[in-house]
């Protein structure tokens, strides 16, 4: 236990409080290497979730309760080597249970506990949906098998459709991939996150999950490799891409290619600015939404 948990706990053990800090949820501060600077997104509210896997920190995740899916996660991007893993999708049982192991664990089959089905998305939910498990925290961004396999849990997982999940949202995924595999010197902190409807909120089936009118992503690389090609000048240290979840949604965030593929066809993805990212999510939630410390910019 770190000795902030360890601080946390002598408090609120005599104010008779309750501790988040051993089950992982409620604080990122066991997790805050995720982030640049340490740094968590500012400007959105949910549920902070440390995400472990067999006792390791994996990555972050600022979870919607009532949405039953996350704003975003955060994670470092690491040279991903081997296939996709064939794992069993997991759940967070603290979630559920405030003193439960902070862990994930895989569904066991059979229906669910009801706290579970209470407290987060559930497989039933995905299943028969016209909706795909988009990961926010994809496990081609991993080298170990095991941050691969982590990746697999509902709460770093969105509704989309598999026009965006198998097309142009893979594709922005494998261009971060090789940007940062052939120019990224040090680390690099990727937040993905999603944008809710404005008015009119899309739900799964049972109107128990929402889903995403767009998903955005940012990295932040602040150590990079100056030679870099004229068309990737402007990409480092920091860039950023919204891509379309809906192909009825409206162009002024994204505009659609018209002779793309047909099952592709309106789900494209702009990439941009952090600064362009930061100004639609302002917008969109009314409120300034800062991805980066200092916007990924502040000397090291
Ligand atoms: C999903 O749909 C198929 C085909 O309609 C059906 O056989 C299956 O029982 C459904 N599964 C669930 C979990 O609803
Ligand atoms: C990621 O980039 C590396 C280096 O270019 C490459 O070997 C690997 O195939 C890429 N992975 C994916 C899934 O694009
Ligand atoms: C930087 O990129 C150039 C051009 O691609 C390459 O020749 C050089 O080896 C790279 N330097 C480092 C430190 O990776
Ligand atoms: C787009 O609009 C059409 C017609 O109103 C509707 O049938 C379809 O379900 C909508 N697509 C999505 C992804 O909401």
């Known amino acids: 236990m ?21 089950a992982d949820v409620g604080d990122f501060t066991p997790c805050l290497q995720f982030f ?13 979730i440390c995400q472990r896997y067999f006792n390791q920190y994996r990555f972050a995740t600022l979870y919607s309760r009532p949405r039953r899916s996350p704003w975003f996660s955060a994670y470092l991007y690491t040279t991903p080597a081997g296939k996709r893993p064939s794992t069993s999708w997991k759940f967070e049982p603290q979630l559920a249970y405030p003193g439960a192991d902070g862990n994930m664990i895989p569904f066991p089959p059979g229906p669910p506990d ?7 998305a559930v ?13 926010l925290n ?13 990746t697999f849990t ?48 899309h739900w799964l089936k049972n109107h128990r999950v929402a889903v995403p009118e ?27 891409a919204v891509g379309r979840n809906d192909p009825n949604s409206t162009e002024e965030i994204v505009p659609v290619n018209k002779k793309a593929k047909k099952q ?14 930061e100004l639609y999510l302002k917008e969109r939630f009314s409120t300034v939404v800062s991805v980066f410390y200092e916007q990924c910019s502040g000397s090291v």
Not at 41 to 47: C, Q, S, Y
Not at 114 to 120: I, T
Not at 214 to 224: D, E, F, G
């Open 138 to 150: 994809p496990s081609l961004h991993h080298q170990s098998h095991d941050d691969r396999s982590a």
């Open 114 to 120: 009801q706290n579970v089905v209470d407290s987060q």
């Open 2 to 22: 770190s000795y902030f948990c360890g601080l946390a706990v002598f408090v609120l053990a005599f104010s008779g409080g309750w501790c988040p800090c051993g």
């Open 154 to 201: 509902l709460t770093n997982v969105a509704p989309q459709k598999a026009g965006s999940n198998d097309g142009p949202w893979e594709i922005l995924e494998q261009t971060v991939n090789k940007t940062l595999y052939a120019y990224c010197l040090g680390e690099a902190y990727i937040v993905t996150g999603v944008i809710p409807y404005q008015t009119d909120e």
């Open 264 to 277: 592709f066809r309106g789900y494209d993805v702009r990439q941009m600015s952090l600064e362009t990212l």
């Open 123 to 135: 497989e039933l939910d995905y299943i028969n949906s016209t909706y795909s498990r988009g990961h």
């Open 36 to 48: 640049y600077r340490s740094w968590p997104p500012k400007g959105l509210a949910g549920t902070p």
């Open 214 to 240: 767009y998903l955005w992503s940012a990295y932040c690389c602040p150590s990079y490799n100056n030679s870099l090609p004229e068309k990737l000048r402007e990409t480092f240290p920091t860039y950023a």
